[in-house]
């Protein structure tokens, strides 16, 4: 009998790590298609540098030619770094959501943290409005996050009513979307029509004013949130089994949620500073990336991030090559794509779809 039970706990043993393999060849399939897809996003454009001009522009740029000098370092690469980077960043924060609600229609966007967030940076942006004291180039992001995080703290007294349920939730964020749009369309009707050109260029999202200044701080930002969250990892975790069953394995449910929050937040504000509202990412990548890993957050949450990468890196080269000589704004692309995504999650789960 107890030989008989060594085996099976041998071959359990031996099934969950060629499973943690799986997971773990997974995220290198993701990590190689992010990088694939940001030197596809570096290297193509509408000028007509070669790829051996590129690639000897990249590693020898005190030997180029100033004008390839200025598309590759200035423009390309920083827009193609940014493309990556917001991607990880919505796909995270998406994910994050989605685990702490338990609702695959749950994001930054349909919460209403990014509308908050575009509605601060566009009032920094026309009216200039804003917090005293930040130096100018602090404006407009510190402002979108003031704002999306007050969304968020609203959410969190929401969430933590007696009898308020994750449904409520989602439809008190989405009355604060509905909420945040009016009050940018006000400021744009109070715009002169020099800032409402640049206003609205900016709603319709993309990477054409990346710099690295940006690049730099959304790293920063990542880096500062991903240990935060990897020390939650088996608290998050828990979330999926449900609130009730986290809180009886001693999770400390409502300081992981703010928590939570508060990183979404940061990662929701930035993104939407820097690129303008770009949406459906947080919406798509999750999913897909449960599918492909499983409910494990130490896997999940790595998997939603590179999956948005490769997502809206993809959807910046879509926006450069789909009209030739035309830069279609990226937030169009991710729209076009994420609508059928997102019906198809509605239809999902109610059952109108297998």
Not at 64 to 92: C, E, K, M, Q, S
Not at 139 to 167: I, K, S, Y
Not at 169 to 174: D, E, S, T
Not at 194 to 205: H, K, S, T, Y
């Amino acid at each position: 009998m107890g030989q008989r039970a060594l085996s099976v706990a041998l071959a359990l043993q031996h099934s969950q790590l060629r499973i943690e393999r799986r997971r773990q060849a997974l995220l290198g399939v993701l990590l190689l298609a992010c990088l694939l897809s940001l030197l596809l996003d570096g290297i193509t454009g509408p000028s007509a540098l070669t790829l051996r001009e590129w690639w000897q522009t990249l590693w020898q740029p005190g030997q180029a030619d100033p004008i390839a000098r200025t598309i590759v370092w200035d423009i390309r690469l920083p827009a193609a770094l940014l493309a990556v980077l917001t991607g990880v960043a919505l796909g995270v924060a998406g994910a994050e959501m989605q685990t702490i609600l338990d609702n695959p229609l749950a994001d930054a966007f349909t919460l209403g943290l990014a509308p908050a967030a575009a509605c601060g940076a566009a009032l920094a942006m026309v009216l200039g409005v804003s917090l005293p004291g930040l130096a100018t180039v602090w404006l407009v992001p510190g402002n979108a996050f003031l704002f999306a995080m007050g969304t968020a703290l609203l959410l969190d007294q929401q969430a933590r009513r007696p009898g308020t349920d994750r449904q409520a939730v989602l439809l008190f964020g989405i009355a604060l979307v509905f909420a945040f749009n009016a009050l940018l369309s006000l400021v744009q009707f109070l715009a002169s029509a020099e800032d409402l050109q640049g206003l609205v260029f900016w709603i319709m999202g993309g990477f054409g004013h990346a710099s690295w200044t940006a690049v730099a701080v959304l790293a920063g930002a990542l880096l500062l949130v991903l240990p935060w969250w990897w020390r939650a990892r088996w608290m998050m975790t828990a979330f999926r089994l449900g609130e009730a069953r986290a809180r009886g394995l001693g999770v400390p449910v409502q300081r992981v949620r703010r928590q939570a929050l508060l990183r979404v937040s940061l990662l929701a504000a930035l993104a939407v500073a820097f690129t303008g509202t770009i949406g459906f990412i947080g919406l798509m990548a999750p999913p897909l990336a449960q599918r492909m890993v499983g409910d494990d957050q130490r896997y999940a949450i790595p998997a939603s991030g590179l999956i948005g990468g490769v997502l809206l890196s993809l959807a910046a080269l879509l926006s450069k090559n789909l009209m030739p000589g035309v830069m279609i704004p990226v937030g169009i692309i991710t729209a076009l794509l994420g609508v059928p995504a997102f019906l198809w999650l509605v239809l999902r789960r109610t059952g109108g779809v297998a």
